[in-house]
Structure formats: structure tokens, C-alpha cells
């Protein structure tokens, strides 16, 4: 009957677009400019902007999907120079209710009343990089890989890759009329053809925040969002001028480190430097010496409750920039090339980077390419000095669709822990994607590893259908992974296992609700199964999540869960859990208020069984922000066990606090408190930035290990500047 009743929705969609095909993609004109603006927000005021002929006509996706935005917007586009300008008048008539939340850099502009837009400077309609600001002169940038492919809205994933900086400024100003911005944004910080003129794709977002409003230029559907480039508008008469692009950032950095087993107070110089080469307005050559990341913030404390490997994102800039393009698998499952295995071991213990280069981008208009060479030195009981190379080609095909390759290489010198004589890791694989209409996409990946030792039994595959519309989210995935598969650079949450996942979501929205923007219930499965049938997980997830006109969110959901433990496991110290099958039930409450207000709060409750025993784990957290400059978050996470073989807690805390003196200055502090490991860390940061990710940045670490015969708290303070040099300017 469920089989029944999906595929009629599948049919009834289908005919609905037949019937309402979309509407013709709006276009805008870029104009030279005769002199270049002045960058200060005041759009309405600058003579260069005058006889530029505007992009209006703003379409709401929410809160009421199909109708003109309730606010005038004016996008106007000219270059001049190195530069493309940008320049956005958002009319409000009531200028007060302008809502400002941040100032950080690339924090999320969803809470805030703002402005961002994507430039497909390939017009290859699956690619591009992202732009945004909101009235305190934020700058947001990210790239997107395939229309963000690989967002998954139940179980996580990726969409847009927020690490990826360019240079580039912003201003804003707030005025009667509203609120306006300017952008200039280099040339050589987008990536474009070579015929002249030329046409890119381009779409543009406002954001209402009092009202939860969103509005594009080139309409969307409300299962889109602006990485949609399938569905962008067009930006005719583009000249960009014939410039070579070389930059070179140079770094410096001194670091003291006292406690945590040192004797006595240790210092250190370290001396490095970037350089990023505009082969063509398309490709880049990134090449790094002696790479240092001391500015990234540390990794967020998990705590393992369970049998398999945790995964923790990368965070370094120069594995982040066109990430998108080298991945392959399934995210935080099974990721044929994951970076982090450069540079950082199994224990997060860093491994020094001697250096390294890398060549990304696109051959022509629809051929993606990225070579990566790295080396690492060898740390004694820990990692043997290492080699790594990727190579990865994606040819891409009309309608969302592509073909591709990827290897990787990992060669060591044999110097960890034993000997090796052939110390060296392969991964051969091949990816796809087919977009079928306007709402299916079928994509799919096969791989094989080759590892000295391990023989057969070394494939991967998995294969993912996702169908998406207004109304309904299908998703099915499979995977299956042999015992040997053995991705050394690339990441895999389990082994030995086959996989079957599936989702059925309907957006429900009734325009006579007062106070109720939409409902999305949806089902769930996920199920893992040993080669031989053994069920090693399984989870049907039920929830009905109900997203009220203010944004704010609540639902009530129930879990059935199976766990299938093949042998005795040790889940905390002193507490085992025996091999057998356990199957519970999970009663799940979530929710979040408004995240515009100056104070939120939100809670995700699960209370059930758990290992044959009983279960409570409560996360709680709770926002403060004044105005765009301070902003306070306390994360508590409560998990209570009582098991069979024993009963125990396993709390983490986080404390996050930000202040930003301007968009470019900030000091950010994170503290960390994990229960089990009896540890509080202490990470606080100063950055002055110049562009980019480079400038001024003054670091202090610490760690607590508060363990009875712990070493002494460990302590670290790091001063490092950056300065990015254009040669050719």
C-alpha cells in the first residue's frame, strides 16, 4: 500500500510539472561602468550608479510561497577595472524592525535580515561561488560543489562550503528607505571563461527576517534554495579584463607551551608561505611549505557510545578550498578522499606538513580537475613520514548530471611501528550523477582499494535516488562495503557491512493557518546487515515536526532502534556490553524558539532503552546576542545510562563567546567540559583580519586534565601573522 501510494505521488508531481512548467529564467545586464563606485553602502548617492538599469521583482518561497516579496529590492551590476561592483537597495518601510544578529565572518545569515547571491561564472549551471552580507557589513562567502549535492535534511550532510574565503569587501548602510550595500568583489577571486563578452548564471536572496521571509529573483520552488544554479537567472555582457593572478601569503608565528608533561617552559619559531596561481581564469594552482593552522578553532569534543568511529570535519583553509570537488562516497559514512587523514592522526594528534600543491578547477566549460600532492614528516610511534596524492576528473552533462574518477595514494616510508616493505594505501574509483526532470536525481559511486596484506574482498559501492518537490523528499541510499575496503586516505564510520536507508517526507503548508508557517512529517529506516544477514543496526524514525511563522520549531518523534553487538565491547571504562541482539524504543522531543531574538533556546530529549538497559540523553543549549557585536551560547549535553553491566553519566559542556569589535576583529573563546575524560579546554582566539583568512591572530590554549595523577594543565600561547601580497597588482 506505502509502495502504492508513493509511486501515485511520484505520477501526481510529474503531471504537475507537465502542467505548470517553470517560468521563463529572468535576465539582467552587467554594465561598464564609467568610473568605479565608492564603496560605502551608499548606492542611492553614487553617481556611478546612475543610468545602471536594476534587477527588481523579488518572489517569496516562504512564508507565502508564489507571491511578490513584501519589500522592494534594486540589484544593480557593473564592473570597472579588476572589479565586478554589486550594489543592493533593500527598501523596508519600517527600517527600525531591521533585524541584526552577527558580525563574524561567514556566520549563518538565516536569522538576520540580509543579502546574498551566487555567481556561475562557468554558466555550467551546476557550480558556483556564494556572496552575502546583512546590514552590519558581514562578509559570507562559501562554494558550491553541485548544487550542494549530498545535503541530507534528516541524517546530516553537506551543502556549501563556508571555509572557502576569497578577497573581497563589503559595505552597508541603514537609512530611511532601509538598508543598502555595495560589493566589489576582484575578478580574479571568481572563477570564469575566457570568450568575450561573456553570460554567467546568477540568482539573488533577501532576507525579511521579522516576517521569516525569503525571496529570490529567479523564482524557486520551496524545496529549492539558492544553490539551485540549475534554476538561476542569466547575467548578460560580462567583460572581465585579461590579468595574470599570483599571491603570495607569507606567515610568521612564535609559540610558548608550558604543563602537560613539558619540563619547564618550551618555545618555538615557525616560518611559512602560500602561493595561489591563476593558471587560467578557471584553474588554480595552490601551493603551501611548511603549512601551519594554528588560527583554526579546535575540534568540537564528542564523546564514542557506541562501537564505531566518530567523525569530525575538516577545519584547515587550504583542504577546504574546492573540497567540494574531491569528494566521492557518502558523507560521514564512507568518503573516499577525507583530508583530515593529512596532517592529523587517528588521536588528533597534529603531524607536522612538510608541504604541498594542488591544481583545481575546470578544463574548458564543464571538465572539473584536482591534483593534490602532500607530505608529512614521520612522528615516532604515531605516523611514518607520508606521501599523498589525489587525482580526481568530473566531466559534467546537461541536467544536473555528471561522470567521474578518483584515486588516491597513500605512500609511506615504513617507519611506523613495524617495518614495512611495501608501506603504501590505493583507492580506484568511479562516480555518477543523473538528473532525470526537474525533480529526480540517481547517482552512484564504485571503488577498490589496494592494500599489501589484503587480498578480495576490497570493493565499495553505493547508489542513491532522490526525488524532490514542493510537496515531497524521497530519498533511498545503498551501500555496500567488503570486509577489505581499506580507504586509508578517506574515512569510514564502519566496515564490512551492507546498508539500506530511505526517507518519505511531505512539506504540508495551508495558507489559512494563522500561525503555522508548514509541517513536515515524515518516516525513516536505516538499516546496517553483516555480509552473512546479521543485523548490525536498525533504526525506523517517526517525526512530526511543526515550524510555526515565527521560524520557531517543535515536533514530538518516536524511534525503533536494533542493536546487533557481535562481540563484548567496553562502551565506557569499566561498563561492558555483552554480545547480543537489543531492540528498544526511543521517545524523542525537539525544539527551538525563535533564533532571531536576542535570547533563544533549544532542546533535543531522547528517553528509551538502550543496550538491554535504559537511556536519557538531553542536549539543551541556549543563545544571548546583543545587538551584532557580543553573542553567548551554552551547550549542555545530559546522557544518563543504566545498564546491565553497569550504570554511568557521560555529560559534555560547551560555552561559546564571541565579540566583535568590527566584521574584521573579533575575539572568540570556546571552553569545554567532557565528563568521562575529566577534562576542561580552553580555546581563545584574537583575529585582526586583513582579507581573506589572513592577518593578526593571537591564540591561547589549554587543557585541564583533572584526573587523579593527571600531568599538569597544559598550556599554549600562539602570535601568528599572515599578509597576502598580489604580485601582479
Keep these: 500500500m506505502r509502495i502504492a501510494l508513493t509511486i501515485a505521488a511520484l505520477l501526481a508531481s510529474a503531471t504537475a510539472f507537465a502542467d505548470n512548467p517553470p517560468p521563463v529564467r529572468p535576465e539582467m545586464s552587467a554594465h561598464a561602468l564609467e568610473s568605479a563606485p565608492v564603496v560605502d553602502g551608499n548606492v542611492l548617492g553614487d553617481p556611478a550608479w546612475t543610468g545602471v538599469a536594476p534587477a527588481t521583482g523579488f518572489w517569496q518561497v516562504q512564508p507565502d510561497e508564489g507571491l511578490p516579496a513584501s519589500q522592494r529590492t534594486e540589484v544593480y551590476i557593473g564592473f570597472s577595472g579588476a572589479n565586478l561592483y554589486v550594489g543592493v537597495v533593500a527598501y523596508d518601510d519600517d527600517p527600525a524592525g531591521i533585524i541584526v544578529n552577527d558580525s563574524r565572518r561567514d556566520t549563518s545569515l538565516d536569522d538576520s535580515d540580509a543579502f546574498l547571491f551566487i555567481i556561475d561564472g562557468m554558466l555550467d549551471r551546476q557550480n558556483g561561488f556564494v556572496f552575502g552580507t546583512n546590514a552590519a557589513g558581514i562578509e559570507y562567502d562559501g562554494q558550491v560543489i553541485k548544487e550542494g549535492a549530498g545535503a541530507n535534511r534528516t541524517f546530516g550532510g553537506g551543502g556549501i562550503n563556508l571555509s572557502w574565503d576569497t578577497t573581497w569587501r563589503v559595505e552597508t548602510r541603514i537609512a530611511d528607505y532601509g538598508w543598502s550595500a555595495e560589493f566589489e568583489i576582484p575578478f580574479r577571486s571568481l572563477r570564469f571563461g575566457r570568450s568575450q563578452p561573456q553570460d554567467w548564471g546568477i540568482n539573488f536572496q533577501r532576507n525579511i527576517r521579522r516576517n521569516n521571509e525569503i525571496a529570490y529573483w529567479a523564482p524557486l520552488d520551496r524545496s529549492r534554495n539558492l544553490y539551485r544554479v540549475s534554476e538561476a537567472g542569466t547575467l548578460r555582457g560580462v567583460n572581465p579584463p585579461s590579468s595574470r593572478n599570483l599571491q603570495l601569503t607569507p606567515y610568521g608565528l612564535g609559540s610558548a607551551q608550558r604543563g602537560g608533561g613539558l619540563d619547564g617552559t618550551e618555545t618555538d619559531t615557525e616560518f611559512g608561505l602560500d602561493l595561489k596561481y591563476s593558471v587560467t581564469p578557471s584553474l588554480t594552482l595552490d601551493a603551501t611549505y611548511n603549512t601551519d593552522f594554528a588560527q583554526v578553532e579546535v575540534d568540537e569534543q564528542q564523546v564514542n557510545l557506541d562501537r564505531f568511529n566518530l567523525f569530525f570535519p575538516e577545519k584547515r583553509p587550504f583542504f577546504l578550498e574546492n573540497a567540494g570537488l574531491f569528494l566521492v562516497g557518502r558523507p560521514q559514512e564512507v568518503e573516499l578522499f577525507f583530508s583530515r587523514r593529512i596532517g592529523i592522526s587517528d588521536d588528533g594528534e597534529v603531524i607536522p606538513v612538510d608541504g604541498g600543491v594542488r591544481l583545481s578547477g575546470k578544463l574548458g566549460s564543464s571538465t572539473n580537475v584536482g591534483l593534490l600532492h602532500m607530505q608529512t614528516d614521520a612522528v615516532d610511534a604515531v605516523a611514518p613520514q607520508n606521501r599523498f596524492t589525489v587525482a580526481r576528473i568530473s566531466q559534467e552533462l546537461p541536467n544536473r548530471s555528471s561522470i567521474g574518477a578518483i584515486y588516491t595514494d597513500r605512500n609511506g616510508d615504513g617507519s611506523y611501528l613495524v617495518a614495512k616493505p611495501d608501506d603504501r594505501n590505493r583507492v580506484y574509483g568511479l562516480d555518477g550523477r543523473w538528473g532525470i526532470g526537474d525533480n529526480l536525481t540517481v547517482s552512484g559511486w564504485l571503488a577498490r582499494t589496494d592494500t599489501p596484506g589484503l587480498d578480495d574482498k576490497d570493493r565499495g559501492y553505493g547508489v542513491v535516488a ?243 595523577g593527571a600531568p599538569p594543565t597544559g598550556r599554549e600561547f600562539i602570535v601568528k601573522y599572515s599578509h597576502i601580497f598580489d604580485v601582479f597588482d
Excluded: C
Excluded at 525513516?524 to 555480509?531: H, L, Q, T, V
Excluded at 532503552?609 to 543563545?623: K, L, M, N, P
Design 466 to 708: 532522490v526525488y524532490n518537490s514542493p510537496d515531497w523528499q524521497i530519498d533511498t541510499h545503498y551501500n555496500e562495503i567488503e570486509a577489505n575496503f581499506n580507504p586509508e586516505l578517506g574515512f569510514l564510520s564502519r566496515t564490512d557491512y551492507r546498508k539500506f536507508e530511505a526517507i518519505i517526507l511531505r512539506n504540508v503548508r495551508n495558507e489559512a493557518w494563522q500561525r503555522v508557517l508548514q509541517m513536515r512529517p515524515h518516516v525513516a529506516y536505516r538499516g546496517f546487515w553483516k555480509p552473512d544477514g546479521f543485523q548490525e543496526s536498525g533504526l525506523i524514525h517517526l517525526h512530526l515536526p511543526v515550524e510555526l511563522r515565527s521560524s520557531a520549531e517543535f515536533g514530538p518523534a518516536v524511534n525503533f532502534t536494533r542493536d546487533g553487538v557481535i562481540e563484548d565491547f567496553e562502551i565506557v571504562e569499566g561498563v561492558v556490553v555483552p554480545a547480543d541482539t537489543y531492540d528498544h524504543t526511543e521517545f524523542v522531543l525537539r525544539g527551538e524558539t525563535d533564533e532571531s531574538r536576542p535570547l533563544s533556546y533549544g532542546f533535543d530529549a531522547t528517553v528509551g532503552g538502550r543496550f538491554g538497559g535504559d537511556r536519557a540523553s538531553i542536549s539543551q543549549w541556549v543563545t544571548y546576542r546583543r545587538g551584532e557585536t557580543f553573542r553567548a551560547s551554552l551547550n549542555f549535553r545530559y546522557n544518563d545510562f543504566d545498564l546491565p553491566g553497569g550504570d554511568f553519566t557521560a555529560h559534555l559542556a560547551r560555552l561559546r563567546l564571541s565579540y566583535s569589535f568590527s566584521p574584521k576583529i573579533q575575539l572568540q573563546a570556546l571552553v569545554q567540559y567532557n565528563e568521562l575524560a575529566d577534562t576542561i579546554g580552553t580555546n581563545i582566539r584574537f583575529s585582526w583580519l586583513q582579507s581573506a583568512n589572513s592577518g593578526l591572530f593571537l591564540v591561547y590554549n589549554e587543557v585541564d586534565e583533572r584526573a587523579v
